[in-house]
């Protein structure tokens, strides 16, 4: 499965921003999806992820709350909805199927492909 992340961007405290990531390949329901980020200086971090069929969802506690993970298997996207904004939140999005292991743990994941830059000012 090959990913690209879309939809960062430059948004104030308190705004949203909704990222996708489209999937080639047959293949992408049968996965588990997952996003990470990284910021500057610091190690990559999960994020959030969902299920194959989309029934069950987990984040992150810094997330908990404030982002929403969905997919369109029909569309082979899944999507990422981020509100209530944070200066903490800046940083390279990414996202990537599950391959084995737990969803919450990046290791877990195949390759997470080009991110997505998001910046939010205070």
């Known amino acids: 499965v090959q990913l690209q992340a879309s939809g960062g961007g430059l948004v104030q405290a308190g705004g949203s921003l909704r990222l996708s990531c489209a999937a080639s390949?047959?293949?992408?329901?049968?996965?588990?999806m997952g996003w990470s980020r990284q910021a500057p200086g610091k190690e990559r971090e999960f994020v959030a992820a969902?299920?194959?069929?989309?029934?069950?969802?987990y984040y992150a506690d810094s997330v908990k709350g404030r982002f929403t993970i969905s997919r369109d298997n029909a569309k082979n996207t899944v999507y990422l909805q981020m509100n209530s904004l944070r200066p903490e939140d800046t940083a390279v999005y990414y996202c990537?199927?599950?391959?084995?292991?737990?969803?919450?743990?990046?290791?877990?994941?195949?390759?997470w492909g080009q991110g997505t830059q998001v910046t939010v000012s205070s």
């Open positions: 969902i299920s194959w069929s989309g029934g069950s969802t």
């Open positions: 990537a199927a599950s391959i084995s292991g737990s969803v919450y743990s990046i290791l877990s994941y195949g390759d």
């Open positions: 390949g047959r293949t992408f329901s049968t996965y588990d």
